[in-house]
């Protein structure tokens, strides 16, 4: 370790728990200890939540119908808040079949997709910065699961639509559950689903988050407390770079 | 130790880069988006066989060629055609002459439900001043809204010639929104002409009578029967005329004409030629000549020259006498303070065009083999001076026709009208020769001659009145056809026929025959220059301009009873009216309010009921109301009249009217 204080002269020393906190582990990490990968895991974790919240704005899945009396088709869109496109067009066509309005589908997952990201977030935030060795493993874990649940939610609500029609539509079709993703065909419409932005954008939050996972794991097991790590990490990951002491060791 | 976290970040980003771009290449996809039909001439593309077949000329092949707008491809431009005896407005793309709309205008129109429900039934309602209801009209001469003497592709005016009416069309919706009639004369032929930003619709009588249509015997022709050059203000932000602020001229009992508005340098003037300034009235019965020959006794009539802009200071100073709520400025007035000056213009005139340029004014005699072209700067300046030849019987001052003119161009028989284009030449129609000439406005000669089938009357050209023609087409509006087209009776259709002017020669290059009416001027506009709208936003009457109070929304229709006043808020949507069974007692006043909750392009639904002769068109958004007397008891199925979806003939519903005591 290189000196830069001028030798002799005494300086207030300002991170003296974390220094103490280096010293009483035998300083495995020297007096920088981690400082790079411990900033690199708030960075990924941030980008994920970055993309996450992102993701609210913009649409996660799009399908697009063509049939020959619509040359330009007819679009729906699906975002974490709402439904876009030509809803009303499809719904209009969706009465003959017995299918319900799509403003109804997935109205409570909608009304609360912000809050929800918010606590996606927080949670993310919470293990990066708070949780100990053993729970920042599952850091992974919320945004994860985030895009999953989105299929999953999207996929329940179309088979509970093509489940459920009513019996008393002009046209009976036996139930069926719509593609999620894929090219398919329903009468006279070519159907085209694929994810879009949003989609894409959270799944690229996966990513970010796990990353932060195995660069935190690399952090942890450097730790110089790894020994007794709890359920809280004393560790500081955000804390700054150590000065070096006045005399070297 | 960074680099792990530079390939996650990468990671990432790769594989958003990946999933946006596979959100975009599906191929199936890009398939179905472009499903138009690319076949290829194939093997029976032999050309020489297939104008063997038919007979068809190399000229014939061009003019196709031309023309022949295949399935999907749109028209340059749009004429804006008169209807004639229709009493409607004809619109018809160019190069392609397919017909697009017929515009209901001063004719109930059916399939747009034009006079078959409350609102449209007030427009047209308007337009009938006496005892009888007007069910027709005779469209002339329709015009486009301009703004510094060009098309602006808002609105278009047309006049009514029998009945003295103007109309109003919203071009955003292609329908007509008002009809204002002239208490104060009968038939209008110089009209309806703009100013160039529109502040004016310019409607000028044709057959003198008294102004207000008051009696006084034929006898008294000289001194109690007038004519009219009635300004119709127009207000651009509402969209209608409004009479309160309009104003007239009042003229002598000459027939007034043809009529345009000055531009660039002339504008603030309009000129009208006239006829019959003789004032012959006729009495065949009584051994006297006719109209006719009465009418054609002058080698010249004069051209009517207003200073609109000094006529507008006057009238707002008071100088005015109100007749039946128009302002009239008087004869004696106008002629006395430089309102209104005449020259004179050679034998039974017609057809009166400002020069793109404005700076000159050209008339046609129909009895006359000239063109006379009037210069601007030099009438302006003989009036400025008060150079004047003499006064007609009322006063009005009189240029020395000589004085007034650049010069006359040696045309043919029966010169009527005259379009431009965009290299100086002017293009006249030949009545009695069954001609368009060609000539040039810089050097008054006749460049070329092109025969059109038969007695051509209007003429027009792309943009060919404004202050900037386009050049490229001329349509002669022909009145008669003769041995064009299949005969389909005594009644003959007209013969629209499109002439390519783009290059050094005429070339003809296609017949559309109008079955129509006879149509009298047209107007051709580029088709960027229009921008209607697709549907309208939910709850509109187009009439109202905007939204009906009485539209309701899918979910809130209702049928509510006051007395014996029923009323129905209704929704029309694919396939079903809500609600589709309405009983009401006889005798009950039935007001149905139908708002289509269609939103989706080009899905129209009608609405009519049984014996009722109630008949709606329903555009998308569209809110129409209707108001009737349940008077027949008895049992009424109602539909949708146009073949909206597969469960179109489902669409329907039953009107039971309970008779009294039951």
Known sequence: ?249 | MKTWMWRATLAGVVACALGSAGACTNKAEQQAAGQRDTTSLGASADLKTLMAARGLSEADVEAALKTYTPTGKKDEYLIFASGGHSGQILVIGVPSMRQLKTIGVFTPEPWQGYGYGDESNKVLAAGSQGTHSLGWGDVHHPNLSETNGDYDGQFIFVNDKANGRVAVVDLADFMTKQIVANPLVGSDHGGAFVTPNTDYVVETSQYPTPLGREYAPLSDYKDKYRGLAMFWKFDRKKGRIVPEQSWGVELPPYSQDLADAGKKVSDGWVFINSFNTEMATGGTLQGKPAIESGASQNDMDYLHIIDWRKGEQLVNAGKATTMKGIRVLPLQTAAAEGVLTFVGEPKSPHGCDVTPDGAGIVVGGKLDTHGTVYDFAKIKDLIANKKFEGKDAFGVPVLAFKDSIRGQVELGLGPLHTVFDDKGNAYTSLFLESKVAKWSLADLKTLEKLSVHYNIGHILAAEGDTVSPDGKYVVAMNKMSIDRFTPVGPLYPQNFQLVDISGDKMRMIYDLPIGDGEPHYAQMIKADKLHPEKIYPPGTNPYLGGHDPNAVEGGKERITRNGDTVDVYMTAVRSHFVPDQIEVNEGDTVNLHITSTEQAEDQTHGFTIDMYNINLSLEPGKTENVTFKADMPGVYPFYCTEFCSALHLEMTGYMLVKPKGK
């Open chain 1, 1 to 249: 370790m290189q000196a830069t204080g001028a030798p002799g002269v005494p300086r207030a020393d300002t991170h003296k728990h974390l220094r103490a906190f280096a010293d009483a582990e035998g300083g495995a990490g020297g007096t920088s200890w981690g400082y790079g990968r411990r900033w690199g895991v708030v960075a990924l974790s941030l980008a994920a939540i970055g993309t996450d919240v992102g993701s609210l704005f913009l649409d996660w899945w799009k399908l697009t119908l063509y049939a020959p009396q619509y040359p330009h088709g007819l679009r729906l869109t699906m975002s974490l808040r709402g439904m876009g496109g030509d809803v009303r067009e499809i719904d209009m066509l969706n009465h003959y079949i017995g299918m319900g309005h799509l403003a109804h589908a997935a109205s409570f997952e909608r009304e609360h997709a912000v809050a929800g990201v918010g606590v996606l977030a927080l949670m993310v935030l919470a293990l990066t910065l708070l949780a100990g060795r053993k729970a920042g493993k599952f850091i992974v874990i919320p945004g994860l699961a985030f895009p999953t649940i989105f299929l999953a939610d999207a996929y329940y609500w179309m088979r509970s639509f093509g489940h459920n029609l009513d019996p008393h539509a002009p046209l009976h079709i036996p139930a069926f559950t719509p593609q999620l993703f894929g090219n398919g065909q329903i009468g006279q419409f070519m159907t085209f689903a694929v994810p879009a932005a949003g989609f894409w954008l959270a799944t690229s939050g996966v990513l970010f988050l796990a990353a932060a996972v195995v660069v935190r794991w690399r952090v942890c097991r450097e730790c110089p407390r790894a020994k007794d790590c709890g359920r809280l990490c004393r560790a500081a990951l955000v804390g700054p770079r150590l000065p070096p002491k006045e005399t070297s060791r």
